[in-house]
């Protein structure tokens, strides 16, 4: 079965930090770009981050900057999300993605998407 797993969401207070594991089963992420997006209840989902497949080039939207960090382990079949300083506007449903390529720091649609994760912040 082909699918992505996210995992790693929680409750965090301000300033805290979380680290989501995007970890897929069936194929081999290292052939994809993979993408973070993020849905806040009552708003569109948005792009949040991607890394390609080729030169491994990451990219951020402006939000988060700085803060998070998108990242491959591709002994794991794994891409993470370390996600620091966190702040309340972060508080969403993250999911991962992987496609041909990113447009900038949005993924392109593609087949395989996770569930998601619930991510809180929140004291």
């Known amino acids: 079965q082909l699918q992505l797993v996210e995992s790693g969401g929680g409750l965090v207070q301000p300033g805290g930090s979380l680290r989501l594991s995007c970890a897929a089963s069936g194929f081999t992420l290292s052939y994809y770009a993979i993408g973070w997006f993020r849905q806040a209840p009552g708003k569109e989902r948005e792009g949040v981050s991607c890394?390609?497949?080729?030169?491994?080039?990451?990219y951020y939207t402006d939000s988060v900057k700085g803060r998070f960090t998108i990242s491959r382990d591709n002994a794991k079949n794994t891409v993470y999300l370390q996600m620091n300083s966190l702040k309340p506007e972060d508080t969403a449903v993250y999911y991962c993605?992987?496609?041909?390529?990113?447009?900038?720091?949005?993924?392109?649609?593609?087949?395989?998407w996770g569930q998601g994760t619930q991510v809180t912040v929140s004291s």
């Open positions: 890394i390609s497949s080729s030169d491994g080039s990451t």
């Open positions: 993605g992987a496609s041909d390529y990113c447009s900038g720091y949005v993924l392109i649609p593609g087949d395989y």
